[in-house]
């Protein structure tokens, strides 16, 4: 018999498993996408942090900076400071000599009471002092601008290590992620696998229950249909048998008769029938004991009409052989007619 495959507990196999592969296949979607969130706040934290370095880094230069401009300010003061003073210094010296005024030495007054070379040495030490404030100034800015550039350089250096630092952190990250979403997911076409597996076996045991139904189902039909056969061959049987008796009641009662014409044999003593057909079963069956035989064959043959001997099947071909055995004590003297009746009766030959 073929397999429905529509049976409804295949489809309940199916719904089950797959509403195991959906629950599993959940579980570990939200583990990884949880460990995704969890991954991007670490490297958003990663980001925060550099952000924060590189501010900071910023607030260190700006400060820097600044410190070192207020120095050049100063600087600058003390220059101009300087230059004042040595104005103010060449001022006095050559006031002491009364030509502090500009218009009388434009006046030519260049001889009064003092040499050119003296005018001359004060305005070079004035000059000296300017340059050497000037070159000092000069040299501090060098120095102010290079502490600047050194101070960026390494504002820019540190950036840089702190960006190295943050990229080694993400790429950790990341390949921590990676790892987990790895094994995340090969667990679960592991537990895919194993799902598929269990519901395979549970699906070949329903299949094979069905299969043993089945066959249980056949062996059945055919139990029914073989029984169904025996019946037919029973109830033919049996129409054979009343065939047979039939045929046989017409030749008993055409041996009957030809054993009453040839041998003498009187079946229609009525009075002895009379007496036999209102005894009891056992009283009848009794007569084996209670009637007086003329001899012991005889006796046995009676007990064989009643059925003592042989299975009820054999009935007809006993009968057959009862017969004859009656014919022949009739024509051998050793049965007397009325036992010959009482057997007969015994057989329903009436």
Do not use: C, P
Not at 170 to 196: C, H, M, P, R, V
């Amino acid at each position: 018999m073929a397999v429905n495959y529509n049976d409804e507990r295949f489809q309940q196999v199916e719904d089950e498993k797959q509403e195991q592969l959906n629950q599993y296949n959940q579980t570990y979607d939200n583990l990884i996408a949880e460990r995704e969130d969890l991954t991007n706040q670490q490297q958003g934290l990663v980001d925060q942090w550099q952000q924060t370095q590189n501010e900071n880094l910023d607030k260190q230069f700006q400060f820097q900076q600044d410190l070192i401009n207020q120095q050049k300010a100063e600087t600058e003061k003390a220059y101009e400071k300087e230059a004042k003073s040595a104005y103010t210094d060449y001022q006095k010296e050559v006031d002491r000599y009364g030509v502090s005024r500009e218009q009388q030495v434009a006046n030519g007054l260049g001889n009064a009471g003092y040499s050119e070379s003296s005018k001359v040495s004060m305005y070079n030490t004035y000059q000296n002092r300017l340059a050497t404030a000037k070159e000092s100034m000069d040299k501090a800015y060098l120095e102010f601008d290079n502490a600047i550039r050194e101070a960026q350089l390494t504002n820019d250096v540190t950036k840089a290590e702190n960006a190295l630092t943050a990229l080694q952190q993400k790429l950790q990250i990341s390949l921590e992620a990676f790892n987990y979403k790895d094994t995340a997911t090969q667990n679960k076409l592991n537990w895919q696998q194993q799902i598929n597996s269990d519901y395979y076996n549970r699906y070949q045991n329903v299949l094979d229950q069905i299969n043993y139904e089945n066959e249980q189902a056949e062996a059945i039909r055919q139990y029914n249909e073989q029984m169904a056969l025996q019946r037919e061959q029973l109830e033919y049987q049996k129409e054979q048998d009343r065939i047979a008796q039939q045929q046989w009641e017409k030749e008993y009662a055409l041996a009957k008769q030809q054993a009453n014409n040839n041998n003498g044999i009187d079946l229609k003593n009525n009075q002895l029938e009379n007496s036999l057909s209102n005894l009891s079963s056992e009283d009848f069956t009794n007569l084996y004991s209670t009637y007086k035989w003329s001899n012991s064959q005889v006796k046995e043959l009676f007990r064989w009409a009643t059925g003592g001997y042989g299975k009820k099947s054999e009935r007809q071909q006993d009968t057959n052989l009862i017969i004859d055995s009656v014919e022949k004590g009739l024509k051998n003297k050793t049965m007397t007619e009325d036992e010959a009746t009482i057997i007969l009766y015994a057989l329903g030959i009436k």
